[in-house]
């Protein structure tokens, strides 16, 4: 059964500091991974997502993600947090089958410190 | 694109009435739909996956003839929650799919049910 581990409910930062947001998965076949992002009492956008090819992902926003298939891995970065970042953000795995389900981690709170 | 709406955003109800919440794909269309369930602080949990034209498969633990579902075309899908209790507020989230977007979501804006 696929899962998703978010390490870390919270994570702070001083704006201008490099923002790392965790993600592991497992999955039984090659995966497709999504990196979204909530903002309070709205929807999740996409911010980028891992399909096949370059494993380094660039999203919206500044962000991107590497997808490490040896340590089952996707954590998003981005070089310099802004205030705007400040949001939930959650990673998720599609296992690529005609499910089209997607497996949510439990979320990492990103607050970011003027 | 792919713009998907809920309607309505926020929706307040006594105990024991029912409650209709629209899901809208404006610019595609929705192969297939999703329902989630989001408590405060907490993750989104799938609740039913819905296909045009076919019943919805619910995930497990969630009641069917509760939370009742209908994909009647490929930019509509209601889902009704019947006899809500106050335990059923919640924020609903839906998303839609369409067949060649890489299994990618995309998401509505929420709709925040309170129950008294």
């Known amino acids: 059964a696929q899962s998703v581990t978010q390490l870390g409910s919270h994570v702070s930062v001083s704006e201008g500091a490099l923002v790392l947001l965790r993600c592991n998965y497992s999955?039984?076949?090659?995966?497709?991974l999504f990196w979204y992002v909530q903002y309070p009492n709205q929807g999740l956008q996409l911010l980028l997502k891992?399909?096949?090819?370059?494993?380094l992902v660039k999203g919206i926003n500044g962000f991107e993600a590497e997808f490490k298939k040896s340590e089952t891995s996707f954590h998003l970065t981005k070089p310099s947090a802004h205030m705007s970042d400040a949001a939930e953000y959650f990673c998720?795995?599609?296992?690529?089958?005609?499910?089209?389900?997607?497996?949510f981690g439990s979320g990492t709170r990103l607050l970011v410190r003027p | 694109g792919a713009v998907v709406s809920q309607h309505p955003s926020w929706v307040i109800c006594k105990s024991g009435t029912s409650v209709k919440i629209e899901c809208r794909s404006l610019?595609?269309?929705?192969?297939?739909m999703f329902w989630y369930r989001q408590f405060p602080k907490q993750s989104l949990m799938l609740m039913a996956t819905?296909?045009?034209?076919?019943?919805?498969?619910?995930e497990q633990g969630v009641e069917k003839d509760k939370f009742l579902i209908n994909h009647a075309s490929l930019t509509l899908s209601t889902l009704t929650v019947t006899s809500a209790h106050p335990e059923d507020s919640s924020f609903y989230i839906c998303?839609?799919?369409?067949?060649?977007?890489?299994?990618?979501?995309?998401f509505g804006p929420g709709t925040r049910l309170t129950v008294l």
């Open positions: 998303s839609a799919s369409e067949e060649s977007s890489y299994n990618e979501q995309f």
């Open positions: 999955s039984s076949v090659p995966p497709y």
């Open positions: 891992y399909t096949t090819g370059a494993t």
């Open positions: 998720a795995v599609s296992e690529g089958d005609s499910s089209y389900k997607l497996i």
């Open positions: 610019d595609f269309q929705a192969t297939t």
């Open positions: 819905s296909n045009e034209g076919s019943k919805a498969t619910y």
